[in-house]
């Protein structure tokens, strides 16, 4: 007489909880991938540079990303997206190194700029480059924001406009947009570096926006749906591995 005795209990078991994780590893995933990117395209506008005015920070041609802001949430350093009808049609990209009741100057013994009276030691400039080929003088209207590009001796920035009537500035309210990274070419792919030559002015630098935790957040979502995805079908496979595997027979 023969007895077959066949434990497979714990295989289904674990097949099933393998199930189980897989399906909420994917679906945290999709929560994190589609929801990152659902929240950066209600907080973030792309843009493209066309010109080279802000190299080395930002390349022509390059693909940023741009956080929607209100005029009157900029700070010195930050660099913005605007576009003031005096300037052109195009929106436009340069970095703000006055605000209203400045006294902006360049260049001191060292050619740096100043602002009200102290030098600010632009790390972000070409290397070996003055802070501007040409000395100018100006003060920053209330209300208003003055502009220029990193790449100094080729930018068209305030400094072209200081004849006008409010001394090449451009008001608050034409910005619409502050820069935080920089999306393409993926060799320069990263977050533009905080403005700390400005942060013992006044008022300080712009915070850093949710756009690293924003991206964080996808590139986990991917994983977790990609992984979940994989260890599903893994899972029942060991299962019934094991099952069979438990099977026992007795003569």
Request: proline content about 6%; glycine content about 16%; overall charge positive.
């Amino acid at each position: 007489m023969s007895a077959a005795v066949r434990t497979g209990g714990t295989s289904d078991g674990h097949g099933r909880l393998g199930s189980k994780l897989s399906g909420l590893a994917v679906a945290v995933g999709c929560v994190l991938f589609l929801g990152g990117f659902v929240f950066g395209a209600i907080l973030y506008q792309p843009y493209t540079v066309p010109t080279d005015s802000m190299a080395p920070t930002v390349d022509a041609g390059n693909r940023v990303l741009a956080q929607r802001i209100d005029g009157g949430d900029v700070r010195r350093g930050d660099v913005v997206v605007f576009k003031d009808e005096v300037w052109g049609d195009l929106p436009m990209v340069k970095r703000v190194v006055g605000v209203g009741g400045d006294k902006v100057a360049c260049c001191d013994k060292q050619g740096r700029l100043t602002v009200n009276g102290k030098p600010v030691a632009e790390s972000y400039l070409p290397k070996g480059e003055p802070a501007s080929p040409s000395d100018f003088d100006t003060s920053v209207p209330k209300g208003n924001l003055f502009l220029l590009g990193d790449h100094r001796s080729t930018s068209q920035d305030s400094r072209v406009h200081m004849a006008d009537g409010d001394h090449g500035s451009v008001p608050r309210g034409a910005v619409n947009a502050r820069v935080e990274g920089t999306a393409w070419p993926l060799d320069g792919f990263g977050m533009l570096a905080q403005a700390t030559p400005f942060e013992d002015l006044p008022g300080g630098i712009s915070e850093p926006g949710p756009l690293r935790s924003i991206f964080l957040a996808v590139v986990a979502g991917a994983v977790l749906i990609l992984g979940g995805a994989a260890y599903g079908p893994l899972a029942r496979r060991s299962g019934r591995s094991r099952k069979g595997r438990a099977g026992v027979r007795t003569a």
